[in-house]
């Protein structure tokens, strides 16, 4: 311990002495001195728990919750990452792990909710991102660290768990029951929606970039190729981020030049620039980003550079704002620390931390109606049109060619409107790829 505390004396004088030649050295050894009282009150304390505590202690569980402590008191993306912890995080970034499916942070005490994972036990629960999570099977979270409130959720596979959420818009808080199950993570994947390629990314783990590359090349060679694509969506809605690497490459692959994100850290020497590499995989199609509020970190970094590059316009809602870099550094003892080392930048200079980034487009999702409502306007709707008038002229101007092309349009627009049912703020996004592409059309 006194090791550690010459090593922070020495560095702290100097760099006063850098600074000033004069008062640094006494400044830097008032500080040392008091580094050293505050370390003997912590071994004080110790002792005295160790010693006198009502119950015996785990000394090593006392240091590791003092260590956490220390870290979460910072912000609430700095931790302790214990042996089993640190091997979970390994095996999260690879793609599969066990739980509920739920990206969350912690504000005014309780666990909230950044996202939920598609195909987990909370997105197949309804939990949606913004949801307060104030207790687990019963017990409080309130006053809890997000470790300590995580590891309640935790539990072995297939068991079952009761969380208490409230959520914006409801009067009173209410419980959800899960089954704890494996979470495969599939980090992408893509499809094709009338001319339209979408991209899902559902987060930012060591197969993003892959998976997205990969299922992208497979829709454009389904469809013929790229001159029977109009546009492709890259749905990033509650996606919680991840590696920062990941995002650099999923941002490169829609970029020819240009910077892509920068990171500041707190001396000139932490900081980096990345630029892209020429090369577009969509060979400069339109591109429409969507997010949401439960589109965090790496996810921002990605919409942020497309946005602020023209490359995309962005669509949806608000996103969740965290614009920092956590380092994971390895203790001994097979341990970790996440700490926040640098806020990260988008080309245009923006810091998005507790901002987020706005859409060019503001679409809301809107609410499911209840299936009495959508039966009564359906009763409502005027289904009769002049084809189904007695005695209406019949239209012989069109080949037969050029009513099937017509009959094929209206499948593709009826095609859409259902997805409007189903997903409002996507069908939205591909109505903006197809005007831009009628757009271009005229003025060829």
Do not use: W
């Not at 539990?155 to 409230?166: A, D, K, Q, R």
């Not at 690497?245 to 941002?251: D, P, R, T, W």
């Not at 946005?307 to 704002?321: E, N, P």
């Amino acid at each position: 311990m006194k090791k550690f505390a010459f090593a922070a004396m020495v560095g702290t004088l100097a760099g006063a002495v850098a600074t000033t030649q004069v008062a640094g050295p006494l400044l830097a050894q008032d500080r040392s001195t008091s580094v050293y009282e505050q370390l003997d009150l912590f071994g004080d304390i110790f002792e005295r728990i160790r010693g006198q505590y009502v119950e015996e202690v785990d000394e090593s569980a006392l240091i590791e919750a003092a260590i956490d402590g220390m870290l979460s008191s910072l912000d609430p993306h700095s931790s302790y990452l214990s042996p089993d912890d640190a091997a979970d995080m390994r095996v999260q970034t690879r793609g599969e792990f066990g739980g509920l499916g739920i990206e969350v942070t912690q504000e005014e005490g309780f666990v909230k909710v950044v996202s939920p994972i598609d195909g987990t036990p909370a997105d197949a629960a309804g939990i949606q991102a913004g949801d307060f999570i104030t207790a687990v099977d019963g017990d409080s979270v309130l006053g809890l660290t997000l470790d300590d409130a995580v590891d309640l959720m935790r539990g072995p596979v297939g068991s079952e768990i009761v969380i208490t959420v409230v959520r914006e818009g409801e009067d009173d808080p209410f419980d959800v029951s899960l089954i704890r199950d494996t979470i495969k993570l599939t980090a992408a994947r893509a499809r094709t929606e009338g001319e339209t390629i979408v991209l899902r990314v559902t987060t930012f783990n060591d197969q993003t970039f892959p998976n997205m590359r990969d299922g992208l090349e497979e829709q454009i060679e389904e469809a013929g190729g790229f001159e029977n694509v109009n546009g492709i969506v890259l749905d990033l809605r509650n996606n919680p981020g991840g590696l920062l690497n990941q995002a650099i490459l999923v941002s490169d692959a829609f970029l020819e030049e240009g910077e892509i994100v920068s990171t500041r850290g707190r001396e000139a020497a932490d900081s980096d620039r990345i630029n892209a590499k020429p090369g577009d995989l969509a060979e400069g199609k339109p591109m429409v980003v969507l997010i949401n509020g439960g589109s965090a970190s790496a996810s921002e970094i990605v919409a942020g550079a497309l946005q602020d590059h023209r490359r995309a316009i962005v669509v949806g809602t608000k996103s969740f704002g965290k614009g920092s870099v956590q380092t994971v550094m390895p203790l001994r003892g097979e341990g970790a620390m996440r700490l926040t080392t640098a806020r990260y930048y988008t080309p245009s200079g923006r810091s998005i931390q507790a901002l987020g980034i706005s859409p060019d487009i503001i679409v809301e999702q809107p609410r499911l109606r209840p299936v009495e409502d959508e039966e009564t306007e359906e009763e409502n709707r005027p289904s009769r049109s002049e084809a189904d008038l007695r005695g209406s002229l019949v239209n012989d101007s069109l080949s037969e060619e050029e009513q099937q092309q017509i009959e094929a349009d209206r499948a593709r627009a009826e095609a859409v409107a259902a997805l409007r049912e189903e997903d409002y703020q996507l069908a939205y996004a591909i109505d903006i790829l197809k005007g831009l592409n009628t757009l271009a059309a005229d003025f060829e």
